[in-house]
C-alpha cells in the first residue's frame, strides 16, 4: 500500500515538473515534450498532477484532447482507486 500511495505522489510530481518544463520550453521555442509523453505520464496515474499543470501553468489548454482529456482520465482513475479501495485491492 505505502508503495502504491509512493508511486502516486511521484508520477503525479513528474506530471507537474513535465508540464512546467513543457511550458517553459514552449516559450523559449527549444525542444519540446511530446504530447504522447504528457498523455503517457497523465495515463499511468498522473492525472492530479498534469492536470493541475496544465491550468496553473495555462499550458495546452487551448487543445480539447488537453482540456477535455486529462480530467475525463483523471475521474477515471479516481474511479478506478475508489473500486480497488472497496473490493480490498488496495
Not at 499543470?53 to 482520465?73: D, E
Request: positive net charge; hydrophobic residues 55%.
Amino acid at each position: 500500500m505505502k508503495y502504491f500511495v509512493l508511486y502516486l505522489i511521484i508520477i503525479n510530481l513528474i506530471g507537474v515538473g513535465a508540464m512546467a518544463l513543457d511550458k517553459y520550453k514552449a516559450e523559449k521555442d527549444k525542444w519540446r515534450i511530446s504530447e504522447m509523453t504528457l498523455f503517457m505520464i497523465t495515463f499511468l496515474g498522473g492525472g492530479i498532477g498534469t492536470t493541475f499543470a496544465m491550468f496553473k501553468f495555462r499550458h495546452k489548454t487551448q487543445k480539447w484532447y488537453f482540456r477535455y482529456g486529462f480530467p475525463i482520465i483523471l475521474v477515471l482513475e479516481i474511479m478506478i482507486l475508489i473500486t480497488m479501495f472497496a473490493k480490498g485491492l488496495i
